[in-house]
Nanobody, 124 residues
Framework: QVQVTESGGGLVQTGGSLRLACTASGSMSTDYSMAWFRQGPGKEREVVASITHPGQIPDYADAVKGRFTVSRDNAKHTLYLQMNNLKPQDTAIYFC?????????????????WGQGTQVTVSS
């Protein structure tokens, strides 16, 4: 069984920064592409960024390109999301997902294990 735990959320003003972290436990828990998703109030869950394994090739949703950076430290079984120049529309619960099974990288159904999420609130 893989356990996924996010941390680092909080309240920040417009233009501020936060760094999210996601730790995945269990054997081979990080031998897969991993991703960050978010779900805002009244919205569907959407992809934010992903990073492959192997290769550590990142990909981003258009809404966050140039502001967010995804990275991973496989030795620590940890995925990161550095979020800069935050905007009120970034307010959401952010989820970490792992065990990507192939297919569309932005499809939540392609990821097997999820964390409980961490709240990010950006005030205007």
């Amino acid at each position: 069984q893989v356990q996924v735990t996010e941390s680092g959320g909080g309240l920040v003003q417009t233009g501020g920064s936060l760094r999210l972290a996601c730790t995945a436990s269990g054997s081979m828990s990080t031998d897969y592409s991993m991703a960050w998703f978010r779900q805002g109030p009244g919205k569907e869950r959407e992809v934010v960024a992903s990073i492959t394994h192997p290769g550590q090739i990142p990909d981003y949703a258009d809404a966050v390109k140039g502001r967010f950076t995804v990275s991973r430290d496989n030795a620590k079984h940890t995925l990161y999301l550095q979020m800069n120049n935050l905007k009120p529309q970034d307010t959401a619960i952010y989820f970490c997902a792992t065990y990507f099974s192939g297919g569309l990288w932005y499809d939540p159904a392609r990821y097997k294990y999820w964390g409980q999420g961490t709240q990010v609130t950006v005030s205007s």
